[in-house]
DNA sequence: CACCTTTATTGATCAAGGTCAACGAATTAC
DNA sequence: GTAATTCGTTGACCTTGATCAATAAAGGTG
C-alpha cells in the first residue's frame, strides 16, 4: 500500500499521517479479470483505490458499451456522480485485468470526514480535478473530430494506449473500431 | 441586489450576514448587447452575477463560435476554468442582451476567504455543481444524438428557448441552425 | 501444436448531420 | 414606409463516421 498511499499524499499535499489516516478506513479487494466492482442501476456508495490491475468504468448505450474512463494504479474508481447525487448509476465499472483495489465506504468516510477537517478539503480539491477532467473531455467533445481525438489521446495518454486493445480506446472516444483502425493506416505507421 | 442575495444565500445554504459578507466585495457593472465581458487569451481573473440580463461564453472554432453556456439572471458567470488553472481562455463572454452584473476579482475572493472560512466551502460546492454540470453534458453528449438532445433541451430549459434565437441554441447543441429547422419541422409542430 | 476465441483490418454501403445557396419572414434602421 | 440586416426554412448535395460482412492476425487453452 506504501506507493498508493506515497500518491495520495503528494496528489491532495498530505501529511503522511494524513495520508495514513485516510487510507486506514479501506479495505484491500481482489478481483479477477472480468469481474463487475459496480453494478449499473445501484447508488454508488463507495469509492476504490487501485493498486494494481485495470478497471473500466462504462454506459450501456442501447446494448452495447460507450466506456466514460479507464482506471489503473494509482486512480480511484467509482461513480462519483452516483456517490454526491446519491442516484442510481448508468454506469458499471468492470475489471479488464486483475485487480487489486481499495475500497472505502460511503459511511466510512462521512465517519472520517467529522473527525478530521482535511477530509473536507480532500473532496474539495477532488471535486476541482474532477470539474477540470469533465471540462477538457466536454471541450474536446465539441471542438474535436473523432480524427484529433485519437491523435491527442496517443498523444497525451500513451501509458492507455499501450495497455488498452483498440476497441476500448474507441469506445472511450466514441467511435467505432473500424473507424480508429482506418485513422491509424492514413495517419499513423 | 435583494433577489441576487436571496439566490446565493438558498444556493449555497448561507445565512443572511454571509450572503452579504461574500456580495459585499462585488462591483454593479452595466454592460450593453454585444459587449464583452472577457475575452479570448486572457486569464480569467474574475466571476460575474448577473442580476439581469443575458451572456453566452463560447468557443472559437476556425471561425465559427461554439457555445459552451449561457448565463442570464442568478446565474455566475465567467470562465471559472482558467479562473482555477490560471490559463489563458480559450473563450468569450459576450452579451447577447443589456446586462446589469456584479464582479469579484480573484484577488477580493481570496482575500475574503482569508477571513471567511464559509468561502472555502462556497468553492467547495462550486466545484461540485460544476464537476456535476459538466458531467451531464458530457453524457449527454457521448450518449445522445442531435435530435435526442434538442428534445431534452427543449424540455428542461423552456426558460432558454424562449429567450434565446434559435441559431443560438443550435450553436449549444453543437449542431447547425439548419439541422434545428429540420427537426422542428420533423417533431414539433 | 492445433483449435478456438478475440481483436484488427479492409471493402462496400448507409445514415446523420454538415455545407452551400436561395428565399422569405421578421426586425431594425433610416 | 422603405431599405437593410438578421434569422429561419427549404432543397440539393457532400462528408464523416457508422454499419455490415468477410478475412486476417493474435492470443489463449486443451
Redesign the interface.
Known amino acids: 500500500m506504501d506507493k498508493v498511499r506515497e500518491h495520495i499524499a503528494s496528489l491532495f499535499k498530505l501529511s503522511e499521517g494524513q495520508a495514513s489516516i485516510f487510507l486506514s478506513e479501506f479495505t484491500r479487494k481482489e478481483f479477477k479479470k472480468n469481474d463487475i466492482f459496480m453494478e449499473s442501476g445501484k447508488i454508488c456508495n463507495k469509492i476504490g483505490l487501485i493498486e494494481r490491475g485495470l478497471m473500466k468504468c462504462v ?1 450501456n ?1 442501447n446494448g452495447d458499451e ?1 466506456i ?1 474512463e479507464f482506471a489503473f494504479e494509482n486512480n480511484f474508481i467509482s461513480d ?2 452516483s456517490f ?2 446519491n442516484t442510481p448509476s ?1 454506469k458499471e465499472i468492470r475489471c479488464i485485468e486483475d485487480t487489486t483495489v481499495y475500497v472505502i465506504t460511503r459511511e466510512s468516510l462521512e465517519r472520517l470526514g467529522r473527525d478530521h477537517p482535511f477530509i ?2 480532500m ?2 480539491q477532488m ?2 480535478m ?3 477532467k ?2 477538457d ?3 474536446s ?3 474535436d473530430s473523432a480524427v484529433e481525438r485519437y491523435i491527442k489521446l496517443i498523444s497525451e495518454r500513451s501509458d492507455l494506449v499501450q495497455r488498452i486493445p483498440q476497441y476500448l480506446i474507441a469506445s472511450y472516444l ?1 467511435i467505432k473500431p473500424e473507424t480508429v483502425s482506418r485513422i491509424r493506416k492514413k495517419y499513423i505507421i
Open positions: 454506459f448505450k460507450i466514460f462519483y456522480y454526491l447525487t448508468a473536507e478539503s473532496s474539495g471535486n476541482q474532477l470539474f477540470l469533465m471540462h473531455r466536454l471541450k467533445s465539441l471542438l466514441n
